[in-house]
């Protein structure tokens, strides 16, 4: 029986995974052959387990025939299954029932919908490891590492991540409530999220100029199906106009297929050094290699961020420690295991952690994260929040919004004074010299249309390039 290897996350349609999920989801399969076949876990499974499997045909029994009301026979199974999985702790092991792997097990090469953010299973914690690219959460202004505290009014204490996932993800037009909290933030802050479709469309390039030289530029936004074929032809266009330099942007690139980051490093990694290593349980392990034999005659610099996991992590740490190309940005989300999705004969699938990856050295990123080679963060206003006025923001006010509105001013150049929450009279004036340039009235007070313009203008001033300082920073290495 052929085994099919879900890539290190699985993803899907909120898209909610860095090895956690996204609600809509696909699963990111590929059978590169790093484990035995499927007769041997089954083998294993009856010789290791039979001397328990009396006890728990006890209680099935018991349960069956005593328990006061009459139990479906399905939901007890699925939930013994459920229980021995949970008992591994482990956010990235999970058992699917049929109706929930059927909901997830959607075509890669679709859309999808939902609000387009990957989450994980952090500490207990559903925790937002990347919003995607101009989707609908990265527009409310989520964030990496953003915890969800409740949906909908429901609060996520105890909930497995595929019941969070489910209860995240809805029909295009509709709106889920998160409440989360932020890290540095004072109180846990409400986002309404507007559901929509999520085109899974996963390379974007462009050519740059920079100190006179011509720069390729190409972001990964996943790793999909066609990735590496996308990858390949932009780069081979790029090439073919004689490009001197590249810069790879795998930021928020929450990971995908195994098969579509090694076939994107056959392209860059020379064999004199793994692509990656994959280590089984024993301790036992296996160097990936390429067939390359001659780098690139380009220098190559890759961004990262805390929402580059996974698969982008694996790219990167390739990238870095095999060729010696920079990294440039901030400390990687730190996932550095494999998983398999094996499915169980009636539609229903246990996806379970069975391998580490490690980079080429042997260094296991799990929890860790791959470190930049030029550290670089973004300018504050970059990480804001959603500027919620629920009543005028005026002097005298002290309190989590004002520091927001703050942020924003700062960052646009309008010098409130101070960020610390206070509405002085200093962040009047700040307030009213954006209210001139913005035509509003001139009140120096926040209401919600100047909160909206606020949020537009931070949001614009993001999507600007020279406001990019990572970009900026890899242009000008990759050109020097």
């Known amino acids: 029986m052929e085994r099919k290897w879900l890539a290190l996350v699985i993803t899907g349609s909120l898209l909610t995974g860095a090895g956690g999920t996204y609600a809509g989801m696909k699963w990111y399969e590929d059978s590169p052959g790093y484990v035995k ?14 001397p328990d499997m009396t006890k728990i045909a006890q209680a099935y029994d018991l349960i069956m025939k005593s328990y006061v009301k009459k139990v479906d026979e399905h939901q007890l ?12 702790k482990d956010p990235y092991s999970v058992y699917m029932d049929a109706q929930t792997a059927a909901q997830f097990n959607e075509s890669l090469d679709s859309s999808f919908q939902g609000i387009g953010a990957e989450v994980t299973l952090k ?15 990265e527009k409310a202004g989520l964030k990496p590492n953003d915890q969800i505290l409740s949906i909908n009014g429901k609060s996520t204490k105890g909930e497995d991540l595929y019941q969070a996932t489910k209860n995240i993800r809805g029909k295009k037009g509709t709106t889920v409530t998160l409440v989360i909290m932020r890290e540095g933030a004072q109180a846990p802050i409400t986002v309404k999220v507007l559901r929509d479709e999520i085109p899974v469309n996963t390379v974007n390039g462009k050519m740059e100029k920079s100190n006179g030289k011509a720069i390729g530029y190409i972001q990964i936004t996943q790793f999909a199906q066609n990735t590496a074929a996308d990858f390949e032809k932009e780069l081979k266009s790029m090439e073919a106009q004689h490009i001197k330099g590249l810069i790879i942007d795998v930021r928020g690139n929450p990971g995908g297929l195994l098969t579509s980051v090694q076939s994107i490093l056959d392209n ?12 089984e349980r024993s301790g036992q392990r296996e160097k990936i290699y390429s067939k390359l034999k001659t780098k690139k005659p380009y220098p190559i610099a890759v961004l990262v961020d805390k929402g580059s996991a ?10 870095k420690e095999s060729e010696g190309y920079a990294l440039i940005g901030e400390t990687t989300f730190g996932k550095g295991t494999v998983q398999q999705a094996v499915p169980m004969g009636d539609g229903s699938t246990i996806k379970l952690t069975m391998f580490k990856w ?31 006025v629920n009543k005028e923001l005026l002097e005298d006010m002290n309190n989590n919004q004002v520091q927001t509105a703050q942020k924003m001013l700062n960052g646009l150049g309008y010098a409130p004074g101070r960020e610390d929450g206070y509405f002085d009279n200093q962040t009047a004036m700040a307030v009213k010299a954006f209210q001139t340039q913005s035509n509003i009235p001139s009140t120096g007070i926040i209401d919600t249309q100047t909160a909206r313009s606020l949020e537009e203008a931070v949001m614009n001033a993001v999507k600007n390039e020279a406001n990019d300082l990572q970009l900026q920073v890899a242009l000008k290495y990759v050109a020097k």
């Open 310 to 319: 996974s698969a982008s992590e694996i790219l990167a740490g390739s990238l």
């Open 358 to 388: 490690l980079t080429p050295d042997g260094n296991w990123i799990h929890h860790k994260g791959v470190t930049p080679t030029i550290e670089v963060s973004q300018p504050d206003y970059f990480g804001v929040s959603p500027l919620e």
């Open 37 to 50: 076949n499927q007769t041997d876990l089954s083998s294993h499974s009856k010789t290791a387990a039979m």
């Open 77 to 88: 199974v699925d939930g013994a299954i459920q229980g021995m999985v949970s008992t591994l």
């Open 123 to 137: 500490d207990g914690n559903i925790v937002i490891v990347s919003p995607y690219k101009d989707s609908p959460a």
């Open 268 to 279: 860059f990694v020379t064999s004199s050094k793994p692509l990656f290593q994959i280590e």
